[in-house]
């Protein structure tokens, strides 16, 4: 399978896997459906697993997160396996992203520096 073509059926899964995940979790009354985005998926060349990067809102509880979304992975499969065209449904693993929850630990930091009113560089 060429490249392109696997970075095409990784974006088509990370779309799918977005939607599905919305409706298979929303029954769930425990999970924050808008707490949980899906930031990238890579799918083994011969398509029997992919790996999903999500990233979670209230990351200090993330291994129960995780272990939610492992759950309902079945779930998912089934209407990956029902809404797309794929030789192999992939089987899924979640993983955590943590490059959304750093970057806002990084401008946080930024937005708090405290920086004398003489270092404007537009004065210069």
């Known amino acids: 399978m060429s490249v392109n073509r696997l970075d095409r059926v990784n974006a088509l899964l990370l779309r799918e896997i977005a939607d599905d995940l919305f409706r298979v979790l929303q029954s769930d009354p425990e999970v ?4 949980i ?18 990233s979670i809102m209230d990351a200090a509880d993330h291994p129960t997160w995780l272990r939610r979304l492992s759950k309902h992975a079945k779930e998912i499969q089934t209407l990956i396996n029902r809404n797309m065209t794929l030789h192999y449904t992939p089987k899924l693993r979640f993983r955590l992203d943590t490059g959304i929850a750093k970057g806002d630990r990084v401008l946080d930091i930024l937005n708090h520096l405290d ?8 004065n210069e």
């Not at 924050?32 to 707490?35: I, L, M, R, S």
């Not at 985005?37 to 999500?54: F, G, H, I, Q, Y």
């Not at 920086?115 to 537009?122: G, H, S, V």
């Open 32 to 35: 924050d459906v808008a707490g």
């Open 37 to 54: 985005t899906v930031t990238k998926v890579e799918c083994a060349p011969n398509l029997r697993s992919a790996n999903v990067w999500v």
């Open 115 to 122: 920086l004398p009113m003489d270092a404007n560089p537009e």
